[in-house]
């Protein structure tokens, strides 16, 4: 989505996006049978693909260095509000109407989304385009590495549930890993790859990157691992877990615009650090928690995640559009969420096995509560590892690479538009 962005436009993308999504989600609505439904959740997840290099691009495009932190600071918290309130609303309208009305909900909302950015949103795109004057676009290229990463997410995401020696696991696990050397083999011999290999060479790129795929991989390894322990350990149901882990969502929202702003200030190296800093303060403040039985710690820790979720988030993404140009900006941000979503997958893969390996079973009923209490501990305890990482690694961020050092230029926008 984000190398298309570059080919053919930010706003001809996202509102293409869009279309897919809306029809998507009357396709899930109206469904007859359960493959239907779910072949129409895939649509969903394609279709949604633009929104977040889009967005990205948009932001670096409309607002000079000096304001991008803020501006993904209000950003992020726009974000959690939604991350807040899609599931609560969809609950209740499943509860009242059905689960088919939580799609057709969607419906209004997407339908405002391509109103508001048919009118607003630029239309930006890069300036690479192929010999005859069109948009440049390897096919052959984005299809080896879209394939490759689907086939290594399935795998690391359903290791757990299938068995990690499962002969398709295994399959998905070693077909996409070729795929993948296939495309890197391909991109430095095409004139113009799908993606430009010099970026994975940029040390600060890669530094950043990691920073934000190491916060996403304690996020999603937290969003795994909690409301298991809410109900098996403190007893609340499905409904009270759903309105207790909200307020991670609703941290983000608060903490949001503040670390943007932080970001412009103090720039990112010092602000990376510290969300990191702050994520292993909450695993261990809720391990802490578990190990006493403290739903009180346990929250508090949440609201400490959401904290350094938006101290990271934040600043990585201005960091990563101060070291791209207009002309691959797309495919850029593309790749820095397709190398965030990877790691969150890696999160919750690490943190379902390691908890079915110290627990003794995948069998969560059956498992005493010293032996759930010692499973959640470590998964917590390990959690916090990844975060000290997170924190390490943003020593390796230069001190230049800060927004409130970059020099003042006039928005892109201006020109492009």
């Not at 299809?143 to 990690?164: D, H, R």
């Not at 305890?381 to 961020?397: E, K, P």
Request: with cysteine.
């Amino acid at each position: 989505a984000g190398r298309l962005s570059d080919a053919y436009g930010v706003r001809r993308v996202y509102l293409g996006g869009m279309t897919c999504f809306l029809v998507a989600s009357v396709a899930v609505a109206v469904a007859p049978t359960y493959p239907l439904a779910a072949g129409g959740r895939v649509l969903q997840g394609v279709a949604n693909a633009p929104v977040l290099p889009t967005v990205m691009v948009t932001i670096a495009a409309v607002f000079p260095p000096g304001m991008r932190g803020r501006a993904m600071g209000l950003w992020a918290a726009v974000n959690g509000v939604a991350i807040a309130l899609g599931p609560s609303l969809g609950g209740v309208v499943t509860d009242a109407l059905g689960w088919r009305w939580a799609f057709w909900f969607d419906v209004p909302i997407v339908a405002l989304a391509l109103v508001l950015g048919r009118r607003y949103v630029p239309d930006l795109r890069g300036a690479r385009s192929g010999g005859d004057g069109g948009p440049a676009l390897d096919v052959a290229g984005g299809a080896l590495m879209t394939v490759g990463l689907v086939g290594v997410m399935v795998a690391l995401s359903q290791g757990t549930e299938w068995g990690w020696t499962n002969a398709v696991v295994l399959v998905l696990l070693a077909g996409g890993v070729a795929l993948l050397v296939a495309f890197w083999r391909r991109s430095t011999r095409v004139e113009i790859p799908f993606l430009d290999l010099a970026m994975l060479r940029n040390r600060r790129f890669g530094v950043l990157a990691a920073i934000a795929g190491l916060q996403m991989a304690v996020l999603y390894g937290v969003l795994f691992t909690v409301p298991l322990l809410l109900v098996y350990v403190f007893d609340r149901s499905v409904g009270a877990t759903g309105g207790l882990v909200v307020v991670l969502p609703l941290s983000m929202i608060v903490a949001g615009p503040t670390m943007g702003h932080l970001t412009d200030r103090l720039g990112i190296r010092r602000l990376a650090g510290a969300g990191g800093v702050l994520l292993v303060v909450a695993s261990l403040v809720i391990a802490a928690g578990v190990a006493a039985e403290s739903l009180a710690l346990v929250l508090v820790g949440l609201v400490v995640v959401g904290a350094g979720v938006s101290a990271i988030q934040s600043p990585t993404a201005v960091g990563v559009t101060e070291e791209i140009g207009d002309t691959n900006r797309g495919v850029t941000m593309g790749m820095f969420h397709t190398i965030r979503f990877l790691a969150g997958v890696l999160g919750t893969a690490g943190s379902a096995a390691l908890f079915t390996a110290v627990g003794g079973g995948g069998d969560l009923d059956a498992l005493s509560d010293s032996r759930l209490t010692r499973a959640f501990t470590v998964d917590f305890v390990c959690i916090a590892m990844v975060a000290v990482a997170a924190a390490a690694l943003s020593r390796f961020v230069p001190r230049w690479s800060t927004s409130a050092s970059s020099p003042g230029v006039a928005p892109s926008v201006v020109l492009e538009v």
